[in-house]
Every structure is written in structure tokens, then in C-alpha cells.
């Protein structure tokens, strides 16, 4: 049964934290799926539900990702009738009306400045202290976004779908390109969630609609000593740095050695092998992660917590067989592919002014796995879901870093 962290206890913490004092991670209540009060709106407490973490290793900290266990208002996506999230009135509001009536000073100053990948729009990395949900983790199976509304959306007529309501996410779909005639996908359109009635449709809805609920999600930070048995598997970890932004990690397996963990982002370009190698050990790929990549991502301290792997090495990729499996079996951490590259990374392969990055760099990139083909020599990539697409070792594809860190 979940259990609620009191508004008390998360004014013990605020303080804690602000005044330099270290909690215990282990005696606080941030589990996924547990419930926390913080804040207040239309002077009822605000319950949020831990939905993701990410542990901060060399600052002591942990970033808990919240979203509102309830649908809080209605408030329309774009007053003006059309506009992508970055623009929208929305975001606006969320990141300034919202944001200082419902969070104390000191609630404020525990909320982080969450930098996010957007799939949809002209921008993919925005940063945000209050944010949306997104379609994509929930496309297949609408119905586990579904929510209830607080007493005070209830009054204002939100759209309900059977026992949930409807609710903004914050991608807007594409018009397309073949319409021709006004219809309902003949013109951008703001995808919905909580449609729970079995209705396969992307909740056609209105940019100015007002009885579209809104469930507003945000990173909170607490100050905490933790240890490696604090961490499970699906959580993030924040560990070195790369392109003078911090690196993020999934970490994907846990045992008696250390964490093994997967960049959450591609972070650069690079070539298998020139001249084609029969191992992956033998590639210059692999010198580089083992070489220029380790020297330049953490320093000495943090290359002391990195566990060298059966070959020796310090720095791998995710096999062929572990990606398969992970793809296959682990929803989250399928929906978690797709989210491209660091923001540096993304900065650099997209071109000024009028142009766009590539259709196949948009969202999804392809990037190389461990495994060498012994028969030809390929390399092999994974993209769109596709696991064994061998290719020539002197193409260019991202690079995911596997590491194992202890501590």
C-alpha cells in the first residue's frame, strides 16, 4: 500500500537540505510509485507520485522526477489556438502562475531545472522547473495513463473517458503533408492522455480547449548520503561529464560488483573500424572509449569507481543479446531508447537558421553495438527496433557507452 510523505516531512527536508544537513536515503520514502504531498493549489495539498530518480553520485544528491497524482485544473494548451509546447501558453503558465502559487520559497528552491528531450517541435532539449507528461511512453497502452481529476477540475467540466480524465501531454502532432480538405488531422493537433474507453484515435483536441485537464510534473532535489544499495535497476545515475555537460546513465543491471549502466543519451559519431577488425576489442572504437573517451569523461576519482569488464576494459557497448532482451521485456526502458542524443551532441549535427536536422537524427538514432559478424566483418547496429542490422565498420553511427561503476 503506498504511503504519503506528510507536508511536515517535506518541510523537515526543505530545511535539511538548506541548512547543509545530510539525510539517510534509506529513511526516506522515495520508492517509484510512492506518494508525496508537496506544494498546494486551490488550497488543497498537491499529492505527486514518484515516477522516476536519479542519483546525483558525486554530489550527494538525488533528483526524484514527480508527477501530479491528480489532474489539478483546466487550463487551455495554447490561448492563441495553435502553437508548439515550447511556445505554448501553457508552459508559460505552468513555469510562472503555477509555479508561485502552488510552491513555497522554500518548496521552490528544492525544485531543479529539469532539461528534457522533446520529440516533437523545432526544439529538442528545453529546460523547465514544471513540465508535461509525454504521448510516447504511453502509445501502446493508453490505458495506463489514465487519472483521476481533483474536486476542482471536476467543477470546471474536464472531458472524463470512463473513470479517467483527459489530459494534455506535451507533444504536438505533425499536419499532414497529404491532406488536402480540413479534417480532423488535416491541421496540428495536440495529443491527449487518459483516454481509457479504448478509442485508438490521438485525442484530436483543440490548442484553446478548456476542458482538457492539466498534470504537471516536477524534479525535486533532496541532499542525502545513499550507497549503492540504495539504487535499483531502471533508476538514473549522473556520473562524469562529456562535451562539458554531465553524463546521465541507465542503469540496467545490479550485482555483488557494481552497477552496470548504459548512457542515456548518444553522445557523439564515430566509425566501428577503418580498415574492419574481427573483434570488437581489436577496434578503434574501442581504443577510443578505453583511451580518449574515459580520460576525458571522469577524472581520476571517478575512473577509481569504474569496474573493468571481462576483457579488461574499462569502457564497452551493449551487446546484440542484452539489448534484445532489455528491448523486449522492459517497456520503460524500450520507451527510453528513443530519445536521441545529448543536447551538445544534437547542437552540433544540426545546422543554422532555416535547416533541420535529418528525418533518421530527429528522434531515434541508430548506434553500434558490441557485436562483429565472424563471417563478414560487419558491425552491427541497432535502429528503429531493428537489432541485427550488420553494416560495414567504417560507417558512421552514435556511440552509447556501457560502463560498471562500484562505490
Known sequence: MKKAVSLIMASVMAVGVFAGCSKKFDKMDLRVGSD??????????????????????????????????????????????????????????????????????????MIADTPYFNIYGNTRFLTDKVYLMSYVPYRMQREDSACEPTGYAK??????????????SRDVAEASAASTVDGPY?????????????????????????????????????????????????????????????????????????????SRYAIDDMKMDSNGADSFEDTALYDWLNDDFVNDAFDSKQQKKIVAFDNGGSVSLISRDALNDLFHNDRDFRNNLYTGYTPAFYAEHTELEDEVLPANKKIVDTFWLSDING??????AFNMGRMS???????????????????
Open 36 to 109: 508525496i504531498k508537496f506544494g498546494k493549489y486551490q488550497g488543497e495539498a498537491i499529492e505527486w507520485e514518484v515516477a522516476g530518480r536519479n542519483f546525483l553520485i558525486d554530489e550527494g544528491k538525488v533528483r526524484v522526477e514527480l508527477r501530479s497524482k491528480y489532474v489539478i485544473d483546466c487550463v487551455p494548451f495554447d490561448e492563441d489556438g495553435e502553437s508548439t509546447w515550447e511556445d505554448c501558453s501553457l508552459r508559460k503558465w505552468l513555469n510562472e502562475d503555477f509555479y508561485n502559487e502552488a510552491f513555497s520559497k522554500s518548496e521552490q528552491k
Open 155 to 168: 467543477d470546471k467540466d474536464i472531458i472524463m473517458s470512463e473513470d479517467s480524465c483527459i489530459y494534455w
Open 186 to 262: 488535416s491541421r496540428p493537433f495536440v495529443l491527449t492522455l487518459g483516454d481509457v474507453s479504448g478509442n485508438t484515435g490521438f485525442g484530436n483536441h483543440e490548442f484553446d480547449a478548456e476542458d482538457v485537464g492539466v498534470r504537471p510534473v516536477i524534479n525535486v532535489e533532496y541532499k542525502v548520503s545513499f550507497s549503492r544499495d540504495d539504487i535499483r535497476k531502471d533508476d538514473i545515475v549522473t556520473f562524469g561529464s562529456y562535451s562539458g555537460e554531465p553524463l546521465e546513465w541507465y542503469v540496467i543491471d545490479k550485482d555483488k560488483d557494481g552497477l552496470t549502466v548504459l
Open 375 to 380: 563471417v563478414n566483418g560487419n558491425g552491427t
Open 389 to 407: 542490422a550488420e553494416v560495414p565498420q567504417d560507417m558512421e553511427f552514435s556511440v552509447r557507452p556501457l560502463i560498471k561503476i562500484s562505490f
